[in-house]
C-alpha cells in the first residue's frame, strides 16, 4: 500500500504530517515562501525558510515519482506482467532509480537483439539452462533450430540465447542494487589527459593523471575534471579496484555477485556457458550504465553542492549592510578611457555625471572636476569600483582630500561585478535612456554602496560573480535556487513601495513583473501611496496578491504608522486591540519599548490570533521596520599596496571576503587579484565548511604566505589574526579533527595553486 505524499514527506523530513498538510494546502493556493514562513506560523507550526523550501522541493519530487509510478503501473498492467509482488514492490519504491529498475524488464524497447532471439523462440533455452544447469548447452539447443528465423545451428541459437541471458541479468532489480551499492562504495573516478593537449590543457595539470574514490570527491575537483572532459582535454573513467589487477579468467566481485545472484555453479554442464554470459552481462552493459550513472550522479551531486555555495555567498552579498540613504558619487575607474563618475542623491536618483582622466591627462584639472562635484552636491560618500585601476582611482582621491582639507567624504572600494551587465541591460537602457553606458555602470557602483539588494536585484544573480563553478552547473537548477535566494532576501528586508524599482518590486511575495511595472506606473500617475489600502487599486494587483505582498511592502510616512513595519494588514486590528486596552494611540504604541514590555501576548490570543503571531507583531512594533542587515563597515585597504607586486611575505592586510568555497575563501586585499585562504589556514583550529565560518562581505585580517606573480597566484593566511565563531565538530571538540578514512591516494599535491585558478575557471 502507498503511502500518502503526507506521511512520507513527514518521514523524510522528521516534520509533523499536520505542519506538512496544512503547509502543502498553502503552496497549493498559490502562496509564497517568505509569506508562509512570515505570516503563518500557527498554520505550519513554525517551518522556517530553509525548511518550507525543502518540503517544496520534495513534494514536487514525490509527485513527479508517484505520476512516473501510475505510468508504469498501468504499462505492466497492459502487458499481463503485473503481479501482486511486483505491484507492491512497484509501490514501495522510495525513489526513481529504483522504480526504473523494477520497470526495466518490462519497458517497451526498440528491437534488439535479444528481442529477436525471443521471437525465435529461444527464451525456454534460456530459461532451462538457467534452471538446470546440468544440461548441456549444444544438445538442449538442438531442439530449438528454427530455420525460418535463421536459426540454423545450435551455436546461432545459444548465441540468441546469450542475449536473453544478457538482459535477464542486467535488468534483475535486487541485482541492481547490489551492484550499484558496492560500485558507489569503492568506485574511482579517474581522470587522464588526451594525448597532444598539454598546452591547451595547463588549467587541468592537476588533473592529467588523477584517481580517487567517487563517494569522497568534492563539488570543486568533480565540476574541474568534468569541465576538462567536456572541453576535450580529459577522459574520465570510473574504475573499480580490482580492475587492472585480475589473472586472464578470473572474475572481479562484481561478476561473482552476478553468478551467485543466479546461482551459477562452477563444474556443471552449462556452466561455462553461463560464465560466459555473466562476464558479458558486466562488461558490455551493467558496467557501462553503472559508470555512466555515477558519473551521473556525480555531476549531480556537484551540481547541488555548488549551487548550494552559490546561493550561500549570493545571500550574503544580498544582505551586505548598506551604507544608507547619502549622497553618494559613483566612480568607475578606467585609465585610457578616463574614470566615470555618477553624482547620486540619497534616493538614488542621478544628479550629475562627468568622466575625468587623472592618469592620462592633467591631474589636477581633474581633482578641480571631481572637488566641485563632491561639494555642489554636498557628498558624503565616494564609492569606488574594484576593477583595473581602483586603487590607482583610490589613490588619487585621497590626494584630492588632502588638497581640499574642507572636504569630508567617506572612500569605499565596491565590487563592481555585474556592473557591465546591468549597463548593457535593457532595464538600464529604460531607466537612463540619455545616459551613456559605460556612465550607467558608475550610477550602480555608487547605488549598490547605499544599498547593495536594491542595486543587484537588477543583475543576473550568475553575473555578480560569487559561485563556484556557476557556468557548468544545471543552469535550470541554478536559476532557480538563485531566484529563491534573492526572493527570501528582498522580502526580509522589506520594500519602500514609494522608492523601489521595477526589478526588487518584481522579487516581492505575491509580484511579477508586469504587477511591479502596475505599481510604478500607479506611482508616478498618483504619486507616493499614503497606505496599503491604496495598493488594491493597482491594475492586476487583487485581493490575493495583496495578502501575499502587503507585509513586505513599507509606506514611510504614511497615513498609517503600522505600514511602515512588517505587520501584516490583516493583523491591524490585533494592534487596535492592543492599542485599546492600553488606552494609547497606535503611533504612541509604536517603538515604546517600554509599553510594549509590559504587554502580556496571552491576554490577546484568539481563534484568529495565535501566540507565534502576536510575539512577532510585538516584535514588529518595537522596531518597525528594522532592517536585518548588520552595521555597515568597510575594510581599508594598506597604502602604498596596489598591485600584486607589492606584497610581501609575511606581510599583515586587511581584506573583503568575495567568494566562500567548500575549500577555502577568496579575500580582497586591494591588488586587482584575490587571494586564497584555504580552508587549513583559516583558523587554528579545524574548521569542517568555511561557510560556517566565513561569509561574502565579511572583514577579515590575513597574513600573505606565498605570492606567484607570474602565474598571480595569492595564497594567505588568517590564523591567529581573526576571533571566529567556529562551531564544535560532531565529536564535540571544536579542534578534533574528523578519523581519516581509507581511500586511495591521489596525485593532487597543488590544490592550493588548482584552487587559486577556480575563481578565474
Known amino acids: 500500500m502507498l503511502l500518502s505524499i503526507e506521511t512520507r514527506l513527514a518521514n523524510l523530513l522528521n516534520i509533523n504530517e499536520h505542519q506538512i498538510k496544512n503547509t502543502i494546502i498553502l503552496l497549493d493556493e498559490g502562496a509564497t515562501v517568505p509569506f508562509i514562513a512570515r505570516y503563518r506560523k500557527e498554520v505550519t507550526g513554525g517551518l522556517d525558510d530553509t525548511q518550507l523550501r525543502m518540503l517544496a522541493e520534495k513534494l514536487i519530487y514525490l509527485r513527479e515519482l508517484d505520476e512516473r509510478r501510475e505510468i508504469i503501473l498501468k504499462s505492466i498492467s497492459e502487458q499481463e506482467k503485473l503481479t501482486p509482488e511486483l505491484e507492491a514492490a512497484i509501490l514501495a519504491a522510495d525513489n526513481k532509480t529504483t522504480l526504473e529498475d523494477l520497470y526495466l524488464p518490462y519497458k517497451p524497447k526498440r528491437r534488439t537483439k535479444a528481442q529477436i532471439a525471443k521471437e525465435a523462440g529461444l527464451e525456454p533455452l534460456t530459461l532451462s539452462l538457467l534452471e538446470n544447469q546440468n544440461q548441456d548447452p549444444i544438445t538442449l539447443a538442438q531442439s530449438f533450430l528454427n530455420p525460418e528465423k535463421s536459426i540454423n545451428t545450435p551455436e546461432e541459437a545459444l548465441e540468441g540465447a546469450r542475449f536473453i541471458a544478457l538482459d535477464i541479468f542486467a535488468e534483475n532489480a535486487t541485482l541492481l542494487a547490489k551492484l550499484r551499492e558496492r560500485f558507489t562504495s569503492e568506485g574511482l573516478i579517474t581522470a587522464k589527459l588526451v594525448e597532444g593537449k598539454e598546452e591547451v590543457g595547463i588549467k587541468f595539470t592537476d588533473y592529467f593523471n588523477h584517481q580517487e574514490l567517487i563517494k569522497h570527491i568534492p563539488s570543486h575537483r568533480a565540476l574541474a575534471i568534468l569541465r576538462g572532459n567536456n572541453e576535450g582535454i580529459l577522459t574520465i573513467a570510473v574504475e573499480y579496484p580490482e580492475q587492472h ?6 572474475f572481479s566481485d562484481y561478476e561473482n555477485l552476478i553468478k551467485n545472484e543466479f546461482e551459477i555453479s562452477d563444474d556443471k554442464a552449462a556452466s561455462s556457458w553461463l560464465r560466459d554470459c555473466v562476464r558479458l552481462a558486466w562488461k ?7 559508470e555512466n550513472e555515477l558519473i551521473s550522479n556525480m555531476r549531480e551531486s556537484a551540481d547541488n553542492e555548488a549551487i548550494k555555495v552559490f546561493g550561500t555567498n549570493l545571500r550574503n552579498l544580498l544582505l551586505q549592510a548598506p551604507a544608507g540613504s547619502k549622497t553618494t558619487i559613483g566612480l568607475d575607474p578606467g585609465i585610457r578611457t578616463g574614470v ?5 542623491d540619497n534616493t538614488g536618483k542621478v544628479l550629475n555625471t562627468s568622466t575625468i582622466y587623472p592618469f ?7 581633482m578641480l572636476v571631481l572637488a566641485k562635484l563632491i561639494k555642489a552636491y554636498n557628498t558624503e560618500l ?15 582621491v585621497k590626494e584630492l582630500l588632502k588638497q581640499y582639507k574642507e572636504i569630508q567624504v567617506q572612500i569605499v572600494v565596491v565590487s563592481e561585478a555585474g556592473a557591465s551587465v546591468y549597463s548593457a541591460s535593457e532595464f538600464a537602457a529604460k531607466e537612463f535612456p540619455d545616459l551613456d553606458v559605460s556612465l550607467r555602470g558608475a550610477v550602480s557602483i555608487a547605488r549598490r554602496l547605499q544599498d547593495p539588494l536594491a542595486e543587484l536585484v537588477k543583475i543576473d544573480p550568475k553575473s555578480i560573480g560569487v559561485g563556484q563553478y556557476q557556468h557548468d552547473v544545471n543552469q535550470t537548477r541554478l536559476a532557480q535556487t538563485l531566484e529563491n535566494v534573492v526572493e527570501d532576501c528582498v522580502n526580509a528586508v522589506g520594500v519602500d513601495v514609494n522608492t523601489a524599482s521595477v526589478p526588487l518590486l518584481a522579487k516581492v511575495s505575491g509580484l511579477n513583473s508586469v504587477i511591479a511595472n502596475n505599481i510604478v506606473s500607479y506611482r508616478d500617475s498618483n504619486g507616493k501611496f499614503k497606505d496599503r489600502n491604496e495598493l488594491i487599486k493597482v ?4 485581493e490575493k496578491t495583496f495578502e501575499q505582498c502587503a507585509g513586505f511592502l513599507r509606506i514611510n510616512d504614511g497615513n498609517n504608522p503600522l505600514d511602515k513595519s512588517a505587520v501584516h494588514p490583516e493583523s491591524y486590528p490585533l494592534v487596535e486591540a492592543i492599542a485599546t486596552k492600553l488606552q494609547v494611540k497606535i503611533s504612541d504604541l509604536v517603538g515604546n519599548n517600554q509599553l510594549l514590555n509590559s504587554i502580556k501576548p496571552t491576554d490577546f490570543v484568539t481563534d484568529k490570533y495565535g501566540l507565534p503571531t502576536i510575539s512577532d507583531v510585538l516584535k514588529e512594533l518595537d522596531k518597525p521596520g528594522r532592517d536585518p542587515r548588520g552595521e555597515f563597515k568597510t575594510a581599508q585597504f594598506k597604502d602604498g599596496v596596489n598591485e600584486i607586486t607589492d606584497l610581501q611575505i609575511g606581510m599583515e592586510l586587511e581584506g573583503v571576503i568575495t567568494n566562500v568555497a567548500n575549500f577555502g575563501a577568496f579575500v580582497d586585499i586591494g591588488v586587482h587579484q584575490d587571494g586564497l585562504v584555504h580552508i587549513s589556514a583559516i583558523a587554528d583550529q579545524y574548521v569542517a565548511n568555511p561557510n560556517d565560518v566565513l561569509k561574502v562581505g565579511q572583514i577579515v585580517k590575513v597574513r600573505v604566505e606565498e605570492v606567484d606573480v607570474k602565474r598571480k597566484r595569492i595564497a594567505l593566511t588568517m590564523k591567529g589574526l581573526n576571533k571566529l565563531n567556529i562551531p564544535n565538530s560532531s565529536g564535540g571538540a571544536a579542534n578534533r579533527r574528523p578519523a581519516k578514512e581509507n581511500k586511495p591516494q591521489t596525485n593532487d599535491n597543488s590544490m592550493a595553486a588548482a584552487f587559486a585558478k577556480l575563481k578565474r575557471l
Not at 566615470?340 to 547620486?344: F, H
Request: overall charge positive; hydrophobic content about 35%.
Open 382 to 396: 565616494i564609492s569606488i569600483g574594484n576593477g583595473t585601476a581602483s586603487r590607482e582611482t583610490e589613490q588619487f
Open 340 to 344: 566615470k563618475v555618477a553624482v547620486v
Open 284 to 290: 558490455a552493459k551493467i558496467y557501462p550504465s553503472l
Open 360 to 366: 592620462t591627462r592633467n591631474v589636477d584639472e581633474a
Open 539 to 542: 491594475s492586476r494587483l487583487g
Open 245 to 250: 589487477t585480475l589473472l586472464r579468467g578470473e
